[in-house]
């Protein structure tokens, strides 16, 4: 089984929905993309339409997996610096598969193409991401080539006391 990326697809209802559908599945399982359980799509909609928006707007590119059944099974945002003194890196955001696809490699796949697509920006030299402490996901990123480079104790409140550390990984191309 394998997971076909997609750099900047047409954004239609199909694509939309498909986002909305994933986002809500990962966020209900417990993936750290924004939100804590439960959720619905009404919940995410807000972030998905700013989301789209900034795609619009150029600012930010969508990188978008399926699976063999052609199914959206994966994204991963990445987002320009708005910083002059920054632009020579870029941040990526919303990094997800699909809670029936874990395991299966689709992550480290996803994971090459944001590495693939940003070696083609003109003046990009890193990417830069944060995760959420007390998932280890942190050690996926690593096997990925990202390396540490930051720790925010308790910046990240999912719950009353329930408070997580926000990590911030580079990897420099």
Same mark, same amino acid.
């Given at each position: 089984?394998?997971?076909?990326?997609?750099?900047? &697809?047409?954004?239609?209802?199909?694509?939309?929905?498909?986002?909305?559908?994933?986002?809500?599945?990962?966020?209900?399982? $417990?993936?750290? /993309?924004?939100? /804590?359980?439960?959720?619905?799509?009404?919940?995410?909609?807000?972030?998905?339409?700013?989301?789209l928006g900034e795609l619009a707007a150029g600012r930010r590119? %969508?990188? %978008?997996?399926?699976?063999?059944?052609?199914? +959206?099974?994966?994204?991963?945002?990445?987002?320009?610096?708005? #910083?002059?003194?920054?632009? #020579?890196? +870029?941040?990526?955001?919303? /990094?997800?598969?699909? &809670?029936? #696809?874990?395991?299966?490699?689709?992550g480290r796949t996803l994971m090459a193409a944001v590495e693939?697509?940003?070696?083609?920006?003109?003046? +990009?030299?890193?990417?830069?991401?944060?995760?959420? $402490?007390?998932?280890?996901?942190? #050690?996926?990123?690593?096997?990925?080539?990202?390396?540490?480079?930051?720790r925010v104790p308790n910046a990240i409140r999912v719950a009353?006391?329930?408070?997580?550390?926000?990590?911030?990984?580079?990897?420099?191309?």
């Open positions: 089984m394998t997971l076909t990326c997609q750099l900047d &697809p047409a954004i239609d209802d199909e694509v939309r929905d498909g986002i909305s559908a994933l986002w809500t599945d990962v966020s209900n399982a $417990g993936g750290a /993309v924004g939100f /804590v359980p439960p959720v619905t799509a009404d919940d995410i909609r807000p972030d998905l339409e700013r989301s590119r %969508l990188l %978008l997996g399926r699976d063999e059944d052609g199914r +959206i099974a994966a994204t991963a945002f990445l987002t320009y610096n708005s #910083h002059r003194l920054m632009g #020579h890196w +870029i941040w990526l955001y919303t /990094v997800m598969v699909h &809670p029936r #696809h874990q395991g299966k490699g689709y693939g697509a940003a070696r083609t920006l003109p003046g +990009i030299e890193a990417v830069r991401l944060t995760c959420r $402490g007390g998932t280890g996901v942190e #050690h996926f990123y690593a096997g990925c080539g990202y390396k540490e480079v930051g009353p006391g329930d408070d997580r550390d926000d990590i911030v990984m580079l990897l420099t191309l």
